[in-house]
């Protein structure tokens, strides 16, 4: 079984071999200058289609940050660490809350996780712990020493009107519901994530530090049953996004410079009271990218978490499609806030217009192939980098989360070529997604199906 450093230094093997592939193919490396025709597009297209070409063709260099950003993470710190190992003993570490957020929609699903996460708390040794279910509807939990149901009062009303799971969060805040002191710790998850043994370890390590009072790890999503295979291979690329982009923002700067997500988040209490939930209505839609960027600009530092943790793709593609809708009506709200000062979120800014302006640069499939037009060598292979990084994203995703072990090879394969083969359905739904988001009602918060069991009874 080969260890980690070998499996790291085959996926960079692996990752500089589809970056060359890339180049060659796309002319961002030219090994053969009369391979390719050069023509005049002011002459041949007309000074307006030649500037659109080009504004087209530039647009693509949205993405250059968070793509170097990728490329640094996935290359700089090893891919695959070994098994998280505890740094000091779990009767040490300060006390932990466990708070899972809901509106009590799929009760059956929350209890069930709840045991299971409990049950690998204490397998892990961890025991000076509670697990907080925070829910608009009762979920009738069973008693327990371990468990608290909180159930927000129709009537609660933050001070600046926050909604949806902002509200519900600053709740557990308030002096009259908050049992928790400044030094003490919370893990928020979402409803379906599953704590593993991994992330347990993980987040001991990083509370006994101390050092940060925010941080984040991993989660993937093929993990036990599979519901949607489209979605999930589709969520691969996200599997690497947490392993370049945010680990490095998290390792090496230690600030949420592209934002963070809105489950495996550990928080200090006394740090969370301080930046607070309650951000408006404004703040609500992406509650976790608002937080962060209002944590970035009071100064406070974040960093990565060893460990994985496990959730489910969206069931169904209009599902996918509603989830990445209001990703972006959400973190539009965040970007156009005067509450976040302008130079900490402007890596974020440009990502999201990246996102944005996804109609247009995805022209460029058509348009390159219809309407050549010269460029620079070093915008070509800039270019060319972007895709192959693009595509590499699913292709490390499908590794890291599905088990070779699990699978077999050539089921294993199967799952990295179908990787590549959902990134045309994905960008269709990106693109839609986009579209949707800017021309639709944006404060509203889409809650996708969550228990599969509901499924599996229709």
């Not at 960079?12 to 200058?33: A, H, N, P, R, W």
């Not at 930046?275 to 937080?291: K, M, R, Y």
Request: hydrophobic content about 45%; charged content about 20%.
């Amino acid at each position: 079984m080969m260890n980690s450093t070998t499996k790291h230094l085959l996926h960079c093997t692996l990752l500089i071999t589809v970056i060359v592939i890339c180049e060659v193919f796309s002319g961002g490396i030219k090994i053969d200058e009369n391979s390719f025709t050069i023509v005049d597009p002011w002459t041949e297209y007309g000074q307006v289609a030649t500037v659109l070409l080009y504004l087209l063709r530039f647009l693509t260099l949205l993405t250059l940050p968070q793509v170097l950003f990728n490329f640094c993470g996935l290359v700089f710190y090893n891919a695959f660490p070994e098994k998280v190992v505890l740094k000091g003993s779990p009767l040490l570490a300060p006390f932990i809350c466990i708070r899972v957020v809901t509106r009590g929609d799929f009760p059956d699903l929350v209890k069930m996780n709840v045991l299971r996460n409990i049950n690998t708390c204490l397998d892990t040794g961890l025991e000076n712990f509670l697990i907080e279910v925070v829910t608009d509807k009762a979920v009738h939990l069973a008693q327990h020493r371990r468990i608290r149901e909180i159930v927000v009062p129709k009537e609660y009303k933050t001070r600046t009107g926050a909604l949806f799971k902002s509200r519900a969060l600053q709740y557990c805040l308030e002096d009259t519901v908050n049992v928790l002191n400044d030094s003490d710790w919370i893990v928020h998850l979402d409803e379906e994530t599953l704590l593993t043994e991994n992330s347990v370890r993980g987040i001991i390590n990083f509370v006994l530090d101390g050092k940060h009072p925010f941080g984040q790890g991993l989660i993937t999503y093929a993990n036990e049953n599979v519901v949607n295979w489209l979605t999930t291979l589709a969520d691969s690329f996200r599997v690497s996004d947490d392993m370049g982009k945010l680990r490095l923002q998290f390792k090496l700067f230690h600030k949420p410079l592209f934002s963070w997500k809105g489950s495996y988040v550990v928080t200090q209490v006394g740090a969370e009271r301080s930046v607070s939930f309650d951000n408006g209505i404004d703040g609500s839609v992406a509650e976790d990218c608002f937080f962060a960027m209002r944590a970035f600009s009071q100064g406070y530092t974040f960093n990565f978490i060893e460990g994985e943790m496990y959730e489910k793709s969206p069931f169904t593609l209009l599902d996918l499609l509603q989830q990445r809708k209001r990703w972006l009506q959400g973190i539009l709200l965040v970007v156009h806030s005067k509450m976040i000062p302008f130079k900490h979120k402007l890596l974020l800014g440009i990502s999201v217009y990246s996102w944005v302006t996804m109609p247009l640069s995805t022209s460029n499939i058509i348009f390159a192939g219809l309407y050549p037009i010269p460029c620079p060598n070093l915008v070509d292979f800039v270019c060319a980098f972007i895709a192959a990084i693009n595509i590499y994203m699913y292709v490390f995703g499908v590794i890291k989360s599905f088990s070779l072990y699990r699978f077999g090879l050539l089921k294993f394969l199967a799952c990295v070529l179908g990787a590549v083969c959902t990134i045309p359905v994905n960008v269709v739904i990106e693109n839609v997604a986009v579209i949707w988001g800017l021309v639709g009602k944006k404060h509203k918060f889409y809650v996708v199906q969550k228990d599969v069991r509901v499924l599996e009874t229709v």
